[in-house]
């Protein structure tokens, strides 16, 4: 805005100083105000020079300007007055300075100084004010200083390039002087007219001398602002970088560039304006130059700090906007996948390019690899090199955006071990940093330079099981590391600090589930890790954090099973805080204890992956208050029932008790329908009656007897169905609803090792007029039609499969209750079946294997025992080996094994096969934990040792089965599983294809693996597994 | 920036300025008896023109040939109002010849000048005129330490009052005590000294990198171990026997300057400009940077070590050619101003902060001298 303007729209108290300015100077505000542009455009200062005919330019052109004014028409009658005031001012000014127009240029940059002052004050006192005005979007000092910056340096530019024509002008008056006074070859020198004129071209060239000094100190102090200038910026966009790292890891941030874009763009402009003005200054020298004229000495120096100073600018203004991240992989940025898209940006901020030159940007990956044995090289396939696009609107600035890139592996990459390697470099994959860098060829006005900027590191995987980990490795990395080149981070990864690990965690939360954690639960985080230590000088070790843990997963293998379940199925809940989430059983007691009976609270388990149980409180007549909590429940039940579902309808079974529903409050005091009431799936209650030729199905749980027992007092049989669950399923509509009666009965059946899910039996009975197991295959063929059992088929055989003597989990799921295809019962000695027929009330379930069945039915069910007990002998895998092997006497052998999405299974010994159902794609398929082989070492067997005995006589205690929950490396979620298989087997016999590609390499799985969310639909193979391999 | 240094010029560096110092001191004793006038009107004459400065803008100097380190030094001097306070009192020379020649007079005539001009700059032609007379050539790039060593002792050599003389001193004198310790009989020697400006290195004695201001200056009153050929002859031993070296801070003046000492040989000869980032803070307390055993005074003494920075002058370019300007606080309006030459803006803290350095820009400015001023003089 003119200068005279921004005057006119003070505050009064500072038009008020203006006033007073000018009423006592010779030059009347109304010609200021007539002739302001112009006046604000004439150098004054200059003027004022003695010996200038400057002045008395202005002062005439000046008069002259009045005059025209006063003649124009537009003045018109309108403001006779004005007129006159105008007409009286330009005599007056003529009588005053005509004689000396040196003071009248004096005068009139005096004024303008002290108005630019005047300005100065009520401008600052404005935004004093400003920032009181409600209403204003925050501004950080910083951008307002900029702002500010930006429009005093485009000033001082301006003034700088009005000082540079007066000088062009100077010089050439000097010039044509020069050319025609000065007449060297002749000896005038006594000519008295000649020496005047000598004397005077001398004069003059003292002027152009001052002029020529004065233009080089304003470019000086130009120069010296913009690098406070850059400096700001430089700070700006360093913030920015750090946002954008926060984002990264989730935090809630604005990464917008366009501002940092404008001011980059400006300031850019700026110098490569005073770039130009510079190399006219020279173009001046090589007119008229003189001994010691200053611009030889200064205007090289001026030059290259010019140039050095934009070339650091234009170096920092190339930035990477976008960092890689694969198209879905949904807010988890910097993991790529080998042979899956990805895509990168980077942006220069200064937005100034010439449109006839093409900038050619390129990307490198790992340009400089890090000297890490085993380091993996990649090759980025598509193209790597791009031509830098303006976009169509000056608006979308120049931004080198590379789609579609692909990375491959390099076939030599692991030096001298071949592709697969044993991969010996002490780093893992998810621990291996690789960066790309961009490269651009920038040329403008004259300026070449190379341009560079990398993104952060990034984790390259060739598993989608190696996710999870792989983001706990960017985590650590952005989270501690402000130095984006530090490929060797992992070499030796800091500790990280509480307090920002905290912080960290709860974005995952917040961007999965858009609810962070609260302090409680950052308290019950840090208790877990940290035990009762103040948590904020704790740190924790990168190792502790994503390698090892007591529980047999890591911690953040546990917090991601947690943020997998929230994210499929929990997340209003979450969202809306009707979890409590993360509590420690300490807390939860302390928290229900002086709660009524009923009162319960939704947590996190801790001893399994990604699971969430309900626990409540009850206070029985006599005695201290008990507390009772559900078997934690995992992605794969949620997927058949939601948990608000399940906890409608969950039923408590007690001897000889009708079944009810021990969840009545919501922590605090909540009634039970009100707080999980929206949250509940539409029941079809009128179509009960309809539904009457279908049997309801329910689910009940088997406890099986210990295998040395021969036989098992009631009093145990009942507390331990008293601790397990009963679920109920209601009647869910037509069968086609409920692909997950079967489903349920999997996964959760761990083996021996985990035996509180001994004994859980799922059945469903009735009406599941069609079974509709989540993958297509065999089995659905199998359970297509009603009436028709087929427990090999659509139910699951999980024996348990090491050596342990507690019982092993039986579970069988049968799809109709009608008929009982003979012929399993021979199979298993320690399979208990039992149907339960709707209406039948409690289901007392019999003991394990050894012991006789005890089986209830109704009138519909058929009971079948599978299990004689002298139908064959048992055989036990050996620990070590790991495997899943029944030998049912002559009957032969049982395999089981877990089956990747296409659900095929071929076990070869046994006469019967058994199908296993694969839960729904992409869901956890822990059946293949049973497949998990035991490692073996004595400490482990240990460990087994005392776990058996530790559960033999209380088996039916929570506490009990909540030590048995601890055992290490038995919980191992394997995600599609057969990754996490194939190396755990292959110590003792192999099996796995070699040459499948999928197949991780070893050291991969040496991390625990964990399920994700992230699962996507149909990326493994089937698996084929040959039981001989078990051997 | 021509200046030879390093880490073993440091004493070569003290005699120079004690020489000078000596120099001025004997002057002081010829010239005792005219001090004639009487102390308190002095000290009304200084409240007076202590106000009076800088009721202008600040003005800028045109730079007569190279002279932007004159300029920058004149500038620093002339918005000193203690500094001006003593100018203001010197006897005017009888004779035009001698008003010529008179540094400290040519000074008042341009402050007078920059004062009372509406003008945006002035030109310092006749002070450099007279300047050449001593040596002190135009079109020379001068290092911004040494010339004001220069112009100080010319100063304070012309100035004819003892009285002046005497207040000169103690406004710019820093008093050190050097100490040699015998390491093998611990004898040990003392010698007071006193310097313009505290020379201080910015890397350390294995030539790395120094953080801030305070690590410099802790590393200046750090002692050194003179072992090999460094050895002094010890009289007690009667051989040459290692030494320990120490120096101790007995009085800081109201106005310290501080020279950094940025640049290094690298190979012999080739002397080369560090540029690197070199934080230092607006207010520095010396009791806060210096241990208890690097100092040797009293408790009045230490209790007025608390400073406030008051001008940098500093230096854009290379060793051999370059610019300065001065960045100023003035001291009535408490506003910082940066000269360049004619060039005169007010500018804020963050652009002070601009001449920290920076390792990645060779050509940008960096400060070369700081000038601190006492925050409650005595």
């Known amino acids: 805005m003119a200068q005279w303007q921004e005057v006119q729209s003070l505050a009064n108290a500072y038009l008020e100083q203006v006033h007073q300015l000018y009423a006592g100077a010779a030059l009347p505000m109304a010609v200021r105000q007539c002739l302001a542009a112009w006046i604000e455009d004439q150098n004054w200062r200059q003027a004022v020079e003695p010996l200038s005919s400057h002045a008395r330019m202005l002062f005439h052109s000046l008069l002259a300007l009045l005059g025209e004014r006063l003649g124009s028409p537009g003045l018109g009658d309108e403001d006779f007055m004005l007129k006159h005031n105008l007409r009286k001012a330009r005599r007056d000014l003529q009588a005053e300075f005509e004689e000396c127009p040196e003071k009248f240029a004096n005068l009139v940059a005096n004024l303008l100084q002290e108005e630019r002052r005047i300005l100065r004050l009520g401008q600052a006192g404005e935004q004093g004010g400003a920032a009181l005005a409600p209403g204003t979007p925050p501004e950080s000092d910083r951008e307002q200083q900029i702002r500010r910056r930006l429009a005093e340096f485009h000033v001082a530019l301006q003034e700088a390039e009005r000082a540079f024509r007066h000088l062009e002008d100077l010089q050439d008056a000097f010039d044509f002087c020069f050319k025609v006074h000065y007449l060297p070859g002749e000896d005038r020198t006594s000519d008295p007219q000649y020496a005047q004129q000598v004397q005077a071209l001398q004069a003059k060239l003292q002027i152009l001398d001052r002029q020529r000094r004065e233009v080089l100190a304003q470019m000086q102090q130009l120069l010296g602002r913009s690098e406070t200038l850059r400096d700001f910026l430089q700070q700006e966009l360093g913030a920015w970088r750090e946002r954008q790292q926060r984002a990264c890891l989730g935090a809630p941030t604005d990464t917008r560039l366009r501002p940092l874009e404008t001011w980059f763009t400006e300031l850019g402009q700026g110098l490569f304006q005073l770039l130009q003005l510079l190399r006219a200054l020279g173009d001046l020298r090589q007119k008229v130059t003189y001994e010691r004229d200053p611009l030889k000495a200064e205007t090289p120096l001026l030059e290259r700090r010019l140039r050095e100073l934009l070339s650091y600018l234009l170096q920092s203004a190339f930035v990477v906007e976008q960092q890689p991240s694969m198209p879905n992989a949904y807010k988890r940025p910097l993991v790529l996948r080998t042979a899956t898209k990805f895509s990168a940006r980077a942006r220069l901020l200064v937005r100034l390019h010439d449109r006839n030159h093409r900038m050619e940007a390129k990307i490198h990956i790992d340009r400089d690899p890090p000297k890490i044995k085993g380091f993996r090289k990649f090759n980025i396939l598509t193209s790597s090199s791009k031509t830098l696009l303006a976009g169509d609107s000056p608006q979308d600035g120049l931004v080198c955006d590379f789609q579609y890139l692909t990375l491959k592996e390099q076939k030599d990459s692991r030096s001298g071990k071949g592709s697969k390697g044993t991969g010996e470099g002490p780093l893992v994959v998810t621990e291996e940093l690789h960066l790309i860098t961009f490269t651009l060829a920038y040329a403008y006005c004259g300026l070449e330079l190379e341009l560079e900027t990398s993104t952060l590191p990034f984790v390259i995987i060739s598993n989608n099981n190696q996710l999870s980990s792989a983001w706990a490795s960017i985590l650590w990395f952005n989270m501690l590391s402000s130095d984006p080149k530090e490929q060797q981070f992992f070499s030796a990864p800091p500790p990280a600090p509480w307090p920002r690990l905290a912080e960290v965690l709860s974005w995952q939360f917040e961007s999965v589930a858009e609810r962070g954690l609260s302090r409680e639960h950052l308290l019950m985080l840090a208790e877990k890790l940290f035990g009762s230590k103040p948590p904020l000088e704790n740190t924790l070790a990168w190792p502790k954090f994503s390698k090892d843990g007591a529980s047999g997963f890591s911690f953040w293998a546990w917090l991601d099973g947690i943020l997998g379940l929230l994210q499929e199925h929990l997340k209003q809940l979450w969202k809306d805080g009707l979890i409590l989430g993360f509590v420690s059983r300490k807390q939860e007691k302390k928290l229900l204890k002086g709660k009524r009976t009923g009162t319960f609270l939704i947590r996190f388990s801790e001893s399994i992956l990604g699971g969430v149980t309900c626990t409540w409180v009850e206070h029985p007549t006599s005695g201290p208050p008990a507390f009772r909590a559900v078997v934690p429940y995992t992605a794969a039940e949620l997927a058949s029932l939601a948990l608000p579902d399940i906890i409608r309808d969950y039923q408590l079974l007690v001897e000889e008790n009708i079944p009810e529903n021990p969840l009545q409050f919501l922590y605090p005091d909540i009634a039970r329908d009100e707080a999980f009431g929206p949250y509940y799936s539409q029941r079809q209650e009128g179509n009960l009656m309809e539904q009457k030729k279908y049997l309801n199905r329910r689910l009940i749980r088997v406890s099986s007897r210990q295998a040395n027992e021969s036989c098992k007092t009631e009093e145990e049989l009942v507390a331990a169905t008293e601790n397990l669950e009963a679920l109920q399923l209601q009647p869910g509509g037509l069968g086609t609803q409920q692909p997950g009666g079967l489903a349920l009965l999997q996964p959760r059946t761990s083996g021996t090792l985990q035996p509180r899910d001994r004994g859980t039996l799922h059945v469903t009975s009735g009406n599941l007029g069609m079974l509709q197991p989540s993958s297509p295959g065999t089995v659905q063929g199998m359970a297509a039609s009603p009436g028709m059992l087929q427990p090999g088929g659509s139910g699951t055989l999980q024996p348990g499969p090491q050596g342990l003597e507690p019982p092993r989990p039986q579970q069988v799921g049968s799809g109709v209750s009608e008929m009982l295809q003979p012929g399993i019962g021979d199979l298993e000695p320690q399979l208990v079946l039992q149907l339960v027929p709707e209406g039948q009330g409690p289901l007392q379930v019999g003991p394990g294997g050894m012991g006789p069945l005890q089986v209830l039915h109704g009138g519909l069910g058929i009971l079948q025992h599978a299990a004689p007990e002298d139908q064959g002998t048992q055989q036990v895998g050996p620990g070590g080996l790991g495997m899943v092997q029944l030998v049912a006497g002559d009957t032969g052998m049982l395999q089981q094994v877990g089956v990747g999405d296409a659900g095929l299974l071929q076990p070869v010994l046994g006469p019967v096969q058994l199908l296993l159902l694969p839960e729904g794609q992409g869901t956890l398929q822990p059946e293949l934990r049973d497949l998990e082989p035991l490692p073996g070492s004595p400490d482990m067997q240990e460990l087994l040792q005392s776990l058996t005995e530790g559960l033999k006589p209380g088996s039916g205690t929570l506490e009990t089965l909540e030590v048995a929950e601890l055992m290490p490396d038995m919980l191992e979620v394997m995600n599609g599983g057969l990754e996490g298989l194939g190396p755990r087997l292959a110590g003792g016999t192999a099996l796995l294809d070699p040459h499948d590609p999928f197949l991780p390499q070893p050291e991969d799985t040496a991390l625990p693996t964990v399920s994700s969310l992230f699962t996507a639909a149909g990326d493994f193979p089937p698996l084929h597994i040959d039981a001989n391999d078990f051997q | ?378």
């Open chain 2, 1 to 378: 920036m021509g200046q030879r240094s390093g880490r073993q010029e440091r004493s070569k560096k003290l005699e120079l300025a004690l020489s000078e110092t000596m120099k001025a001191e004997a002057e002081v004793q010829n010239n005792k008896e005219e001090d004639e006038e009487p102390k308190a009107k002095d000290q009304r004459l200084t409240s007076v023109f202590g106000v009076a400065d800088l009721k202008n803008e600040a003005i800028g100097l045109y730079n007569v040939g190279l002279s932007c380190c004159l300029n920058s030094l004149l500038q620093v001097f002339l918005m000193n109002i203690h500094f001006t306070g003593i100018l203001r009192r010197i006897t005017v020379p009888p004779h035009a010849a001698e008003k010529r020649r008179n540094v400290p007079y040519q000074m008042l005539l341009l402050l007078e000048e920059m004062q009372c001009g509406k003008q945006k700059a002035v030109s310092p032609t006749a002070l450099a005129c007279c300047l050449s007379v001593y040596r002190v050539k135009l079109f020379v790039q001068h290092d911004a330490a040494q010339l004001f060593l220069t112009l100080w002792n010319l100063i304070k050599r012309q100035m004819k009052k003892p009285q002046l003389v005497e207040e000169l001193n103690d406004l710019y004198t820093i008093c050190v005590q050097e100490h040699l310790a015998c390491q093998k009989c611990s004898s040990e020697s003392k010698r007071n000294s006193s310097m313009l400006t505290l020379p201080l290195p910015v890397l350390d004695s294995s030539s790395h990198v120094l953080k801030t201001l305070e690590d410099c200056l802790q590393c200046f009153f750090h002692p050194e171990e003179l072992t090999d050929h460094n050895m002094c002859f010890c009289e007690q031993c009667g051989r040459k026997t290692p030494f320990l070296q120490s120096m101790k801070l007995v009085h800081l003046p109201q106005t310290l300057t501080i020279h950094l000492k940025r640049f290094c040989f690298e190979k012999s000869a080739d002397i080369h400009k560090l540029s690197h980032y070199l934080p230092f803070p607006q207010d520095l307390d010396f009791n806060a940077v210096l241990t208890e055993n690097q100092c040797q005074a009293d408790d009045n003494e230490k209790a007025a070590w608390k400073y406030e920075l008051f001008a940098v002058v500093a230096h854009s370019g290379s060793t051999s050619c370059g610019h300065y300007c001065a960045y100023i606080r003035s001291l009535t309006e408490c506003k910082w101003y940066c000269f360049n030459d004619s060039e005169v803006c007010q500018v804020s803290w963050d652009d002070v902060k601009c001449t920290y350095g920076h390792s990645n820009l060779h050509w940008g400015e960096t400060a070369y001298l700081l000038i601190y001023m006492k925050k409650h003089p005595q």
